[in-house]
């Protein structure tokens, strides 16, 4: 399909309309949240499969969304992090870190750092997963 100019259209990048941080992670914070309400639903089921394609993606995986068991509560600004939040993922406490660059590059070893900084006793077995958009792309 062609756009008004003539050329070819490319996917929708939900970036290219919010172009602040904050509204940005105020849609995954909100997207995620939609994981959480039982049921079903179009919202919930797109929710779980990108907490899925994230795992998926960072561990080159294929689990399928049902073994997704729950995702807790998603955080802006969580020790400084974008948008954290945990999720069970195959009976295992998984960490995910997003970190939204819009107009900067990753600097500063942020993503280890922000990895570290959420390590402690009691959640050193769990698994960490840093992203940064577009996905360490």
């Given at each position: 399909?062609l ?17 602040s ?9 909100w ?5 959480r309400i ?7 089921d797109?929710s ?32 400084k992090?974008?948008?954290y ?6 009976d ?12 900067t ?5 942020q993503?280890?750092i ?9 959640t050193k ?13």
């Amino acid at each position: 399909m062609l756009n008004d100019q003539g050329s070819e259209l490319t996917e929708p990048n939900i970036f290219d309309y919010a172009t602040s941080e904050l509204s940005q992670d105020a849609f995954i914070c909100w997207l995620l949240h939609w994981g959480r309400i039982e049921g079903s639903g179009n919202l919930r089921d797109a929710s779980r499969d990108f907490v899925i394609a994230l795992y998926n993606f960072y561990y080159n995986s294929d689990y399928p969304t049902s073994l997704l068991r729950e995702i807790k509560k998603p955080e802006r600004q969580y020790k400084k992090i974008d948008v954290y939040f945990e999720a069970i993922i195959n009976d295992e406490e998984v960490s995910f870190i997003i970190e939204d660059k819009t107009w900067t590059s990753p600097h500063s070893n942020q993503l280890q750092i922000y990895s570290d900084a959420i390590i402690t006793p009691a959640t050193k077995n769990m698994k960490v997963m840093p992203h940064r958009r577009p996905l360490d792309a």
